[in-house]
């Protein structure tokens, strides 16, 4: 069997869980995404800033009173290497082993 | 006790939450704008008519049936487009609107032979088929206008005239039905 690569992107805890949210909830903003995935604003923002380069989502930023807003949404490219990504996964899962093999564990 | 789920039902949760994303964003306004014409356009082309005295103005609602026959056609084309087929919420909702739809024009049919007011029962059931909808593909702005209109099919009953009821329906169908696919398409055309 051949297995395709997971998508290094979507790899990554913070990343994955960015992803699982928007597709889960819809869009939302910075704070509440901060406060949902327990992340530093930093490192939030680094990790968005590497989603939104690859398309996956854009960050509309604009100003509440003298607060900057950002609200962060899903595009549609995003969704598709989000649902690639658990395809793929679902293949490394579903696949049974061998009788050898477990007859060795 | 703790419920455990296997690795496939985990991946089913996971795959029908990306199907209602994915119908989030393929959500289209158009049906709502066609519809919310032809409930206002019917409403009050029959009113207007019922008052320049027109012989058998009641013809003016076959459109109904015209536009239903349209809608289902055009709309099982698009699903054998887009593969829907394998798209279970999709399906769901499919089926449902083809029940309610079969509902309506059957109760309809028998009320109006039965010399009874049909507008409750259709308002009643576009609403919880318009609400089940808008709940499974989670648009708050739909869930809004079903609940008017939900409201709205109650009125219907407080209304003694079927001038009244015409008007009523057709601002109704500007208001819940129309409106909110404007809103859906602006926002579609701007993802």
Same mark, same amino acid.
């Given at each position: 069997m051949n297995y395709k690569e997971l998508n290094p992107l979507l790899h990554s805890p913070v990343r994955l869980a960015v992803m699982s949210y928007l597709?889960?909830?819809?869009?939302?903003?910075?704070?509440?995404?901060?406060? $949902?995935?327990?992340?530093?604003?930093?490192?939030? *923002?680094?990790?968005?800033?590497?989603? $939104? #380069?690859?398309?996956?989502?854009?960050? #509309?930023? *604009?100003?509440?009173?003298?607060?900057?807003?950002?609200?962060?949404?899903?595009?549609?490219?995003?969704?598709?290497?989000?649902?690639?990504?658990?395809?793929?996964?679902?293949?490394?899962? *579903?696949?049974?082993?061998?009788? *050898?093999?477990?007859?060795?564990? | 006790m703790e419920n455990q789920l296997s690795y496939q039902q985990s991946f089913q949760i996971?795959?029908?939450?990306?199907?209602?994303?994915?119908?989030?964003?393929?959500?289209?306004? %158009?049906?709502f704008v066609f519809w919310g014409l032809v409930i206002a356009g019917i409403s009050f082309g029959y009113y207007f008519l019922r008052k320049s005295g027109v012989e058998k103005a009641y013809l003016i609602n076959l459109l109904y049936l015209v536009a239903a026959i349209f809608t289902f056609v055009y709309y099982f084309?698009?699903?054998?487009? &887009?593969?829907?087929? &394998?798209?279970?919420?999709?399906?769901?909702?499919?089926?449902?609107?083809?029940? =309610?739809?079969?509902?309506?024009?059957?109760?309809?049919?028998a009320m109006v032979n039965l010399g009874m007011h049909s507008t409750f029962v259709i308002l009643l059931l576009?609403?919880?088929?318009?609400?089940?909808?808008? =709940?499974?593909?989670?648009?708050?702005? %739909?869930?809004?206008a079903s609940v008017l209109l939900n409201i709205g099919s109650y009125i219907t009953l407080f209304l003694s005239t079927v001038d009244d009821l015409l008007i009523f329906v057709g601002v109704v169908g500007l208001v819940c039905i129309f409106l909110p696919g404007v809103f859906l398409e602006i926002k579609r055309r701007k993802q």
């Open positions: 597709v889960a909830n819809g869009d939302t903003d910075f704070k509440t995404l901060q406060k $949902e995935l327990k992340v530093t604003p930093g490192n939030l *923002s680094v990790q968005l800033r590497k989603l $939104e #380069e690859a398309g996956y989502i854009k960050l #509309e930023k *604009s100003f509440r009173g003298n607060y900057q807003h950002t609200n962060v949404r899903l595009l549609p490219q995003g969704l598709d290497a989000f649902e690639e990504y658990v395809n793929t996964l679902q293949q490394y899962i *579903s696949v049974k082993p061998k009788k *050898s093999d477990s007859d060795e564990n | 996971i795959k029908q939450t990306i199907s209602q994303a994915r119908m989030r964003f393929e959500q289209s306004g %158009l049906l084309l698009q699903a054998r487009k &887009k593969n829907e087929g &394998k798209n279970f919420l999709a399906r769901l909702i499919g089926w449902m609107w083809l029940i =309610i739809n079969i509902n309506i024009f059957v109760s309809a049919f576009i609403s919880i088929g318009y609400l089940l909808s808008a =709940i499974i593909v989670r648009s708050w702005i %739909l869930v809004i």
